[in-house]
C-alpha cells in the first residue's frame, strides 16, 4: 500500500496530486520527523507553512499513518528548535543586522523585523507567546527577543505554551478531516488551487511591496525607521 493509497483509506483509488499529495506523501515517507523537520524550516526559512503541513500530519494521524504523539511531539520541537535558532541569532548580531539578513528571505522586509521589535517592545512576554498564531510573525518576534536579552528559559517557556497551542488545533483540525477520508481526494484538487493561489499572491505582494520601497527610499532599504525617527527629533 502507498502513501497516498493508505491516505485515501482504499488501496485502489486513484491518487492525490498536486501539491496536498505531495505533502502527504512526505510526511508518510519521512514519519513524525519529517513533519518535526517541516516545522522546523518553517520557522527558520519557510518553505511550506504549518498551516498546510500539520493539518495534513493530522489527517494521517486519523486514518492510522502516523502516531499523535509523535506527532505532536516532534512538530512542537521542531518549531521550538527553529525559534531557538532565531532568538540566537538575535542575540549574537542584533537586531539590525538580523533585519538585513532577513531581507534576503522572499517575502520578508526589514520593516517586518522593526515592527515585530515594536511590537515586543510593548508587550515583551505576549508578544513571544500570540507571535505563536501569526504567520511570518510566529519567525520574526524571536530576533528581537535575543536582540533584548530576553531571558532564555521566559523565552522557550512562552515559545513552547504558544507553539504547543497553535499545533494542536492544527492538528486536530486534520484529524477532524480524517474522519471524512472518503471525501478528501474528491476535494483534494481544490484544495492545491487554493493553497497555489495563496502563494502566488503571497509572492506578487512581496515583489510588489520589494519594488514600491525600492522607489521610494533606496538609499534607506535594510536601515532601521525608528533610528530616522529619532535623528529627525535631534
Known amino acids: 500500500m502507498t502513501a ?62 502516523l502516531g499523535l504523539a509523535a506527532v505532536f511531539v ?29 531581507a534576503k528571505i522572499p517575502l520578508v522586509d526589514p520593516g517586518d523585523v522593526y515592527a515585530s521589535a515594536d511590537w515586543f517592545s ?40 504558544g507553539t504547543s497551542i497553535w499545533n494542536g488545533i492544527l492538528i486536530g483540525a486534520g484529524m477532524a478531516l480524517g474522519t471524512q477520508y472518503e471525501k478528501v481526494e474528491s476535494y483534494a ?5 487554493i493553497l497555489y493561489a495563496v502563494i502566488l499572491g503571497l509572492l506578487a505582494f512581496g515583489i510588489g511591496r520589494r519594488v514600491v520601497q525600492y522607489r521610494r527610499t533606496p538609499s534607506r532599504h535594510g536601515t532601521d525607521p525608528r533610528a530616522k525617527r529619532d535623528r529627525t527629533r535631534v
Not at 526559512?45 to 486519523?62: C, D, H, M, R, W
Not at 511570518?136 to 517557556?157: D, E, N
Not at 484538487?189 to 488551487?193: G, I, K, P, S, V
Open 4 to 65: 497516498r493509497e493508505a491516505t485515501s483509506g482504499t488501496t485502489d483509488s486513484s491518487e492525490i496530486g498536486g501539491l496536498t499529495g505531495w505533502v502527504l506523501d512526505l510526511t508518510a515517507e519521512l514519519g513524525a520527523i519529517g513533519v518535526g523537520a517541516l516545522s522546523f524550516l518553517e520557522v527558520v526559512f519557510p518553505p511550506i507553512p504549518s498551516e498546510i503541513v500539520l493539518p495534513l500530519a493530522g489527517y494521517q494521524v486519523q486514518v492510522g499513518e
Open 74 to 102: 516532534l512538530a512542537t520541537l521542531g518549531s521550538v528548535l527553529g525559534s531557538l535558532v532565531l532568538y540566537w541569532l538575535g542575540a549574537k548580531i542584533g537586531l539590525e543586522r538580523a533585519a538585513r539578513l532577513a
Open 122 to 161: 510593548k508587550y515583551d512576554s505576549v508578544a513571544v507567546f500570540t507571535g505563536r498564531f501569526v504567520p511570518g510573525v510566529r519567525s520574526l518576534i524571536s530576533l528581537p527577543a535575543g536582540a533584548a536579552g530576553m531571558s532564555l528559559w521566559k523565552f522557550t517557556g512562552w515559545t513552547l505554551l
Open 189 to 193: 484538487q481544490y484544495l492545491d488551487y
